[in-house]
């Protein structure tokens, strides 16, 4: 079964003789912070697809914690608090804690990407899951302001409903065996590596799947804030909206 059209990561390149599959080579950065992939553009992942090729021997777990269920557990007044929110999401540099300092051949390329093309969006919060029609929390590290309050509340805002996400009855692990091959939905989830190996190597690889402009609970969509994020919001538009579209009509 096709789960739909394959993309390559915006501001990294794609593995060498492939057109969309991300190397995520812990020499060059460690996607060690809290995220759901992609979001600082308007049409981010519906599914993403991880393969373990160099996996250490003791740590480098990947956790996922359920977005959904942490906007069901929250208390009716915060819900309703956070269904107003929009936050601004930019790409950083921060999803891998060393990223700035590693020297491994792919760093400086990322870093130039990363630094030469601002992307940066606004979504909402809560957002309508484009399969399942569930309510569901977009935040995580790309999740760099929310919008209309100042940046102490901002602060405050974030880290309460981020917390929530991230309560350990929200969360699952994967222990890595080479040739593991997860699939989850990122428009339901966010996901870290936990940075517990050391030196060792740990090498995955990526594909990510289309997934329509975000959607609010009031029907807004996902705006675009800069250039990098437009040439997402056209790109879904031309050709992968085709096949989120497909999947929408199921
Ligand atoms: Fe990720």
């Given at each position: 079964?096709?789960?739909?059209?394959?993309?390559?990561?915006?501001?990294?390149?794609?593995?060498?003789?492939?057109?969309?599959?991300?190397d995520?080579?812990?020499e060059?950065?460690?996607?060690?912070?809290?995220?759901?992939?992609?979001t600082?553009?308007?049409?981010?992942?519906?599914?993403s697809?991880?393969?373990?090729?160099?996996?250490?021997?003791?740590?480098?777990?990947?956790?996922?914690?359920?977005?959904?269920?942490?906007y069901?557990?929250?208390p009716?007044?915060?819900?309703?608090?956070?269904?107003q929110?929009?936050?601004?999401?930019?790409?950083?540099?921060?999803?891998?804690?060393?990223?700035?300092?590693?020297r491994?051949?792919?760093?400086?390329?990322?870093?130039?990407?990363?630094?030469?093309?601002?992307y940066?969006?606004?979504?909402p919060?809560?957002?309508?899951h484009?399969?399942?029609?569930?309510?569901?929390?977009?935040?995580?590290?790309?999740?760099?302001k929310?919008?209309?309050?100042?940046?102490?509340?901002?602060?405050?805002?974030?880290?309460?409903?981020?917390?929530?996400?991230?309560?350990?009855?929200?969360?699952?692990?994967?222990?890595?065996?080479?040739?593991?091959?997860?699939i989850?939905?990122?428009?339901?989830?966010?996901?870290?590596a936990?940075?517990?190996?050391?030196?060792e190597?740990?090498?995955?690889?990526?594909?990510?799947?289309?997934?329509p402009?975000?959607?609010?609970?009031?029907?807004?969509?996902g705006?675009?804030?800069?250039?990098?994020?437009?040439?997402?919001a056209?790109?879904?538009?031309?050709?992968g909206?085709?096949t989120?579209?497909?999947?929408?009509?199921?």
């Open positions: 079964m096709a789960l739909g059209s394959d993309r390559s990561a915006p501001t990294a390149p794609s593995l060498a003789g492939t057109e969309a599959v991300l995520i080579d812990a060059n950065g460690r996607a060690s912070q809290w995220h759901t992939d992609v600082f553009v308007p049409a981010f992942p519906l599914f697809v991880l393969r373990g090729v160099v996996i250490p021997p003791v740590g480098g777990d990947t956790v996922w914690a359920n977005t959904v269920a942490a069901e557990m929250l009716p007044m915060l819900r309703s608090l956070a269904d929110l929009w936050a601004l999401h930019a790409k950083c540099l921060r999803l891998c804690r060393n990223a700035p300092e590693r491994g051949p792919a760093a400086a390329t990322l870093r130039d990407r990363v630094q030469s093309t601002v940066q969006t606004e979504h919060v809560v957002q309508v484009p399969l399942t029609g569930a309510r569901v929390i977009i935040l995580g590290c790309f999740a760099r929310l919008l209309g309050v100042s940046s102490a509340e901002s602060a405050h805002l974030f880290a309460m409903l981020q917390d929530h996400v991230t309560r350990l009855e929200n969360m699952v692990p994967w222990r890595w065996s080479v040739g593991d091959v997860v989850w939905d990122d428009r339901a989830t966010q996901h870290k936990i940075d517990d190996y050391g030196d190597a740990r090498i995955v690889r990526r594909v990510t799947i289309d997934g402009v975000s959607v609010g609970i009031d029907g807004c969509n705006k675009a804030r800069s250039g990098g994020a437009e040439i997402n056209a790109a879904w538009q031309k050709d909206g085709r989120a579209a497909r999947l929408l009509r199921r």
